[in-house]
């Protein structure tokens, strides 16, 4: 009589086996996950954890050693280029793996397979854009460089190699919490990841929200908010440089500026990188350094992410031998040195991204009208799939210009679109940007460096170069489109020929400077040149940390390694010192109570850096940002939902010059005539309450107001770092916002042996159970660098090598 | 002593099975012992319920002491909303005792049917 318990507690066993093997009942599969031997237990590396191996793989030529230091750095001593490259893959899959495959599949418009349904939008915006399309692309033409190809199928193959002897076990923690497995890496992966920097780095564009502005304001007020030049520039390339008559020349139709701007409101909402992707870089030469040789600075401003984006490495074969940050994801060292030259990156951040209304002959969309004439479209299939769901497909139409992102079907959301918008990216023109880090690695002088960065077509970024024979040199380099004045600011018909893109900046056009009297080069995205540049650059470029620079710079002898860290890590906040004179000269104090008059006095006293503990650094950020209110929602009352709102420039620049500066008036009191002193009065009320909320909350001090954190991808939150003490901010060259600030600072002083210097906000490791995960984060917030060991063959029995992984031919 | 013979069997067992087997492979080696090995049912249960605390209990424990509780902190927050590694550990060796325990008894049954 034993059969029904048998039944019945053998039915339990099962149904609890189940329940905790799935996401059924509870949230996670705790069995799955809780067993030691199996689930997350397996990613708590032990403290004294043991990286010492020894590998045998049929892919490799010749034998590879790597260091590890303490640190976690790998040191990759090859005997070939491919079996460098193998390893690189191996080891950035081995300590990056979620995060790589994450990445590209986010790129890829593959986002839902992972995460559901929740993420379709995404998927269909970027498969929109033409991301997949793009890499395709990008890896026709890199496979067509043998060296390129064979550089990338060596990578592919070391992250396969990590991928297949891979057990459960040992899977990355965020595989086994979401529940799924990786995939096999390719070639078009490693373009999809390079697409992704394309995205973030290259497809900032406002011709939505610019058109609806034009079509909103008149002419005057429009060119006041949003001008094509700002007073305070200081471009990278300074002024007053003679630029000879450009080889192309784009002419503009003749309704460029006039019919096209009548009708109703845009009302599309894209999804958009950060448009302050901030970075700076700069190079000294010896004449104004204390060793007489070139000093290197580069710290390219990301949005901020654990696992980092940035994996430090040191590859060395007998033909190179580079130092410095490498993308999980890509081989090569990105920014870094080598034994003769260092390289750095800020971004370029012109506009490669441009729409075009396409007018279709019926809901086919199979032809449009194009130069008098129905062209036809091409199709590509998306398919989409999601977890759990059955996948979706979307048919998007393919034009002259590029794929149709927005349609009825998809407009991001606002408002119903009844539009046809194409999309021109330049990423999506064939490009070899792997060339330009693999000849880098290699380059031995400024020849080198000048071939090196012309194959950096997007995204287009300020490449800066210095040599330990002194010379240093600063390009604006990227293939950039030679644009008539205003070309691609606004959406744009997409009917006729005279509109589109007519030719690309000739390469020796690109603004340069090489070894300049001043004695050194910097840029910090700001714009290029001046207007005697005879290509249109563009009108929205953050000006004031470049200012600062500059001034530092010039002012600057006998620079040493700490004076540089001490730049780089500077709080001074330039925007304030502009600004603060206009609040103080003209805050009515009369009209102000206690807490408000208090609040004045911590700006009056102020230091103006934006250091941890400054409460004026507060004050000032919330002034700055309620007399931006104050003066402008009145004009944007009955403004379209999608509009561009000024530059940050043109308001202090327009009240510096103008004191009756027509936008002070608030047009809802049609009694008074508002002035300035109203203005920044009423603004010191309306911030007061807020600075009154913060300082309950404990919140005054600059570096609590602010709260930089730095999340995990997943934003879990046990996995992010949160309210990190540090200082800087938008317009300090500390530029460190709340999720966005600088993700790697390096410096390398070119001396016979070379001294360089590094940190980036993370870890090695990108496993959270490792105490590699975010072991450089409090260094960084110090404002404190690492010593970049450039390790050297005799040098493997330092006390700095920990651990080695010897990889050989099986 | 059929107790301890148990409780050491099904511990030795399930670590081996689980080095090449999923999880689950526990309740297989549970069943299995205790169908193989007369007990009561009660003792079944407690038997498969104390030998899969103890074996998970203590991997886990060491495990985790071992990385300094790093990971534990963490996934404590995430899974039981309170920081306590301990009582991620706990809650580890609760689920692979009621699993192996209740398996047990399913074995035990077996025999007795």
Avoid at chain 1, 171 to 180: A, Q, R, V, W
Avoid at chain 1, 590 to 596: C, F, G, P
Wanted: glycine letters at 6%; one cysteine or more.
């Amino acid at each position: 009589m034993r059969i029904l318990p048998l039944i019945i507690s053998a039915t339990i066993t099962t149904v609890l086996v189940i329940t905790l093997n799935s996401t059924l009942v509870l949230p996670a599969p705790l069995g799955k996950l809780l067993s030691p031997q199996h689930g997350i237990w397996q990613n708590a590396e032990s403290a004294d954890a043991d990286f010492n191996a020894e590998l045998k793989f049929p892919q490799l030529k010749g034998k590879v050693q790597v260091y590890l230091d303490d640190r976690l750095v790998p040191h990759v001593f090859a005997e070939n280029e491919d079996d460098v490259y193998f390893v690189q893959g191996y080891l950035h899959a081995k300590f990056r793996l979620w995060q790589m495959e994450l990445q590209t599949h986010a790129a890829a418009g593959r986002a839902s397979e992972i995460i559901g349904d929740k993420a379709l939008a995404h998927d269909r915006e970027f498969r929109r854009l033409g991301m997949g399309y793009a890499a395709e692309i990008a890896q026709k033409e890199a496979e067509k460089d043998p060296v390129i190809k064979a550089e990338c199928d060596a990578y592919t193959a070391g992250v396969n190699a990590y991928i297949t002897n891979l057990p459960e076990s040992e899977l990355p923690l965020e595989y086994k919490l979401i529940g799924y497995l990786p995939e096999k890496w390719s070639n078009l992966k490693t373009m999809l990841f390079l697409k992704y920097m394309s995205y973030d780095l290259a497809a900032h564009e406002d011709d939505f929200e610019m058109t609806n502005a034009k079509r909103f304001f008149n002419k005057e007020d429009f060119d006041k908010l949003f001008p094509l030049k700002q007073d305070s520039l200081d471009p990278i390339i300074p002024a007053g440089t003679v630029y000879a008559a450009p080889k192309v020349q784009a002419k503009a139709p003749a309704t460029a500026d006039s019919i096209y701007f009548a009708g109703k409101p845009l009302e599309l909402q894209e999804e958009k990188p950060d448009k302050e992707n901030g970075s700076n870089n700069w190079a000294v030469s010896g004449s104004k350094t204390r060793t007489g040789s070139p000093i290197l600075c580069n710290d390219p401003h990301l949005g901020l992410n654990l696992p980092s984006l940035w994996f430090e490495m040191q590859l060395s074969t007998p033909t190179f031998n580079a130092y410095g940050a490498t993308f999980p994801g890509a081989p090569s060292v990105i920014i870094g040195y080598n034994d003769s030259c260092a390289f750095g990156f800020t971004n370029g951040g012109r506009d490669v991204r441009d729409y075009y209304e396409i007018q279709f002959k019926d809901d086919t969309r199979k032809e449009y009208w194009f130069d008098s004439a129905w062209k036809k479209t091409d199709f590509r299939v998306e398919r989409i799939k999601i977890k759990g769901k059955p996948d979706y497909l979307d048919t998007v139409a393919y034009t002259i210009f590029g794929p149709v992102m927005y349609d009825k079907s998809f407009s991001g959301g606002v408002a119903p679109n009844d539009k046809y918008y194409a999309v021109r990216w330049k990423a999506h023109d064939p490009s070899n940007e792997l060339r330009i880090f693999n000849e880098l690695n290699h380059a031995k002088n400024y020849a080198d460096y000048s071939a090196a960065v012309v194959n950096l077509h997007t995204p287009g970024q300020n490449c800066v170069f210095a040599c330990k024979n002194g010379d240093i040199a600063l390009r604006a380099q990227g293939e950039w489109p030679a644009k008539w004045k205003g070309q691609g600011d606004f959406v744009m018909p997409g009917t006729d020929s005279s509109y589109m893109w007519q030719g690309m900046i000739p390469m020796d056009e690109v603004p340069f400077q090489y070894n300049p009297e001043r004695g050194f080069v910097s840029s910090a995205n700001q714009k290029p040149a001046d207007s005697t540049y005879p290509y249109y650059l563009g009108r929205n470029y953050p000006l004031y940390r470049g200012l600062l620079i500059n001034k530092r710079l010039s002012a600057m002898t006998d620079i040493t390694v700490d004076d540089m860290m001490a730049l780089q890590t500077n709080n001074y906040n330039i925007f304030a010192e502009e600004a603060r004179p206009v609040f103080l000269k003209n805050v009515q104090e009369e009209k102000l109570n206690a807490d408000e008059k208090r609040y004045l006095d911590i700006l009056k006293s102020w230091n103006l850096n934006n250091d941890v503990n400054e409460k004026g650094a507060t004050v000032f950020e919330v002034v700055w940002k309620k007399f931006t209110e104050v003066v402008f929602d009145d004009d944007y009352k009955l403004s379209p939902e999608v509009i561009m709102h000024p530059f940050e420039s043109s308001l202090l620049e327009g009240v510096l010059k103008d004191s009756a500066y027509k936008f002070l008036d608030d047009r809802l009191t049609t009694k008074k005539l508002e002035t300035l002193a109203d203005d920044v009065t009423l603004a010191f009320k309306k911030a007061s309450e807020e600075l009154k909320q913060a300082e309950t909350a404990g919140k005054l001090e600059w570096a609590k107001y602010k709260g930089t954190r730095i999340n995990h991808l997943t934003k879990l939150d046990p996995f992010n770092r949160t309210d990190l003490p540090i200082g800087g901010g938008t317009h300090c060259i500390n530029a460190t916002k709340e999720t966005h600030g600088p993700s790697w600072r390096m410096i390398v002083s070119l001396t016979a042996t070379t001294e360089a210097y590094g940190v980036y906000p993370g870890g090695q490791s990108g496993n959270p159970g490792s105490r590699f995960y975010d072991n450089f984060i409090d260094q960084w917030v110090a404002g404190k660098y690492f010593p970049l060991w450039m390790m050297t063959k005799g040098e493997e029995n330092d006390k700095r090598v920990k651990w080695k992984i010897s990889f050989s031919r099986s | 002593m059929k107790f301890i013979v148990s409780i050491v069997l099904i511990a030795l067992l399930s670590f081996a099975a689980c080095l090449y087997l999923p999880w689950w492979s526990i309740a297989i080696v549970a069943f299995m012992v205790a169908a193989l090995i007369p007990q009561n049912p009660g003792k079944a249960f407690l038997s498969g319920f104390i030998a899969l605390f103890l074996l998970w209990g203590r991997l886990a424990f060491v495990i985790s002491a071992n990385n300094e509780h790093l990971l534990a902190h963490k996934v404590s927050v995430l899974i039981l909303k309170m920081d306590s590694p301990y009582l991620l550990v706990f809650v580890t060796a609760l689920i692979g005792a009621l699993v192996a325990g209740l398996a047990a008894l399913s074995g035990s049954y077996l025999r007795k049917a």
